[in-house]
């Protein structure tokens, strides 16, 4: 079946501008979470949704950044006045329920955010 | 604090040899799980192995076995019979059970380069 898609690959845009990524985890995984991954470094968490809900957002650096996941499948990640630091690969990875052991998390192919 | 911590930034190995990828990690949580994925220049993370912390064995996934040393914090993942398609990013991750928190926590990743 389809894995994790996110759209769109690559982001090119100017410091201070709004973006969107967008996030769409297997069909049926109840569970989505945004990490981001800077050069040269592991993935860093940012948010982890249990449906609709936010479960745990502590890994957001600051206001800027915001997430939805209004009817508990597509997800959103808004980033506010976008900085040249937020430059990363945006990766976005879904499970099949939140709990369990292994609850093996399958990630989709990121999207590269380049702020000029 | 949670942490994983790799030291190894970058490996060789000749094809059809075994390479050893080290791993360690630090948590207060008496349960957790430690995952290795593979991150191919195309960027999407692949999971390779998991072990628990309650599990009496050593997992094993085909070519891929993780040596979990619980007393020493280690989980270091071994890739027999290395193959050119093993060149790659690998990065150790880490999941605490307790509490209901799913994110992974990654190191910061070993690049394995398989030699002809």
């Known amino acids: 079946g389809a894995g994790v898609s996110q759209t769109p690959s690559n982001k090119v845009t100017e410091k201070g501008k709004y973006v969107e990524l967008r996030c769409d985890p297997i069909?049926?995984?109840?569970?989505l979470y945004w990490y981001r991954q800077s050069l040269g470094q592991g993935p860093e968490f940012l948010i982890y949704f249990q449906g609709t809900g936010a479960a745990d957002d502590s890994g957001l650096p600051n206001d800027r950044f915001f997430a939805v996941r209004p009817e508990g499948s597509v997800s959103t990640l808004k980033i506010q006045r976008t900085e040249r630091g937020d430059s990363a690969v945006y990766l976005c990875a879904s499970s099949l329920t939140g709990w369990g052991s292994l609850n093996e998390q399958f990630f989709g192919p990121g999207t590269r955010l380049t702020v000029l | 604090a949670q942490k994983i911590t790799q030291t190894q930034p970058g490996m060789f190995v000749q094809e059809k040899e075994a390479v050893t990828l080290d791993c360690t990690y630090d948590t207060s949580d008496p349960s957790y799980g430690l995952f290795w994925y593979k991150q191919p220049s195309s960027g999407e993370m692949i999971f390779l192995i998991y072990?628990?912390?309650?599990?009496?064995q050593n997992a094993t996934e085909g070519r891929y076995s993780l040596n979990f040393q619980k007393a020493r914090k280690s989980a270091n993942l071994v890739i027999s019979a290395s193959q050119l398609g093993d060149s790659a990013m690998y990065f150790c991750?880490?999941?605490?059970?307790?509490?209901?928190?799913?994110?992974?926590?990654f190191g910061a990743g070993t690049r394995l380069a398989v030699h002809p």
């Open positions: 991750a880490m999941r605490e059970l307790s509490g209901g928190y799913n994110k992974l926590i």
């Open positions: 072990q628990g912390s309650y599990d009496q």
């Open positions: 069909s049926g995984h109840t569970a």
